[in-house]
């Protein structure tokens, strides 16, 4: 699945390069993808870089074979678009590429227990049987259930999951932003 490179900030919009740059050295030749995709947006591509994947959109109307410029809009999104760049170039080059940091480590686990939690609860659960699989039954039991942390830290759980399943979800496609 593909998203719209909008949602995405993370994807390198690629569009035809401007006559006044050399072509020489332009490594667009090694943006091949035989599972690319296209829609009205573009062609999509996935470019495997160490690690990890960076999505790449070829803008509609830009010809194959032709020498490729990265865009960068100039807007709020510009810094994360800009690190994608970043992250293609070093890959193209054979240089180590920087993981993406869209979420960080607590974040995912996090995102891990809305999920599970969620899921529990649509299946019937309750919340104290929830938490004692998130937190362990010892500890949920070690403490007053209705005065309990664990008790509102599961209620937040399963309500950010349902938050998250409603759409919430586009959210993970986009980079923090430092305040």
Not at 78 to 105: C, H, K, S, W, Y
Not at 142 to 154: G, H, I, N, V
């Amino acid at each position: 699945m593909f998203w719209s490179a909008d949602a995405d900030t993370s994807a390198v919009l690629l569009t035809q390069s401007p006559i006044t740059l050399p072509t020489a050295g332009n490594l667009s030749s090694d943006l091949r993808d035989p599972a690319a995709r296209s829609d009205d947006q573009g062609e999509h591509m996935l470019l495997a870089a160490g690690n990890q994947t960076i999505r790449l959109v070829r803008l509609a109307g830009v010809p194959p074979g032709t020498p490729l410029a990265a865009l960068v809009p100039l807007d709020i999104d510009g810094f994360d678009r800009i690190e994608a760049i970043d992250r293609l170039l070093r890959g193209l080059l054979g240089r180590t590429v920087p993981n993406d940091r869209r979420l960080t480590q607590q974040q995912k686990r996090r995102h891990r227990f809305m999920l599970q939690a969620t899921d529990g609860r649509i299946d019937g659960a309750t919340y104290r049987d929830i938490a004692g699989v998130i937190f362990g039954v010892d500890r949920v039991a070690s403490e007053p259930w209705k005065t309990s942390a664990l008790r509102d830290a599961t209620s937040a759980l399963v309500k950010d999951g349902l938050a998250m399943i409603a759409g919430g979800y586009r959210a993970l496609l986009r980079h923090r932003r430092r305040a």
